[in-house]
């Protein structure tokens, strides 16, 4: 994403959702290594929720939008 960096795709099915606490867009999935941990990535500010959209179909091979 942008032009500073690239992503490497994983195999994965994240989710985005928006998390109350934070207030801001997660993309979060399970590690692929199978120990159980997970990942969350945040995204703050009025375009939080098109960046964590943009982020997760760029990031793994599918997502699903839990909230609004």
Do not use: M, N
Not at 32 to 39: I, K, L, P, V, Y
């Amino acid at each position: 994403l942008g032009e500073t960096g690239s992503l490497s795709r994983v195999a994965a099915l994240a989710s985005v959702f928006f998390d109350d606490g934070l207030d801001a867009w997660c993309v979060g999935a399970l590690d692929s290594t199978g120990d159980g941990a997970e990942f969350i990535t945040a995204f703050f500010g009025p375009e939080g929720q098109a960046r964590a959209l943009e982020y997760a179909g760029g990031k793994y091979s599918g997502f699903r939008l839990h909230g609004p």
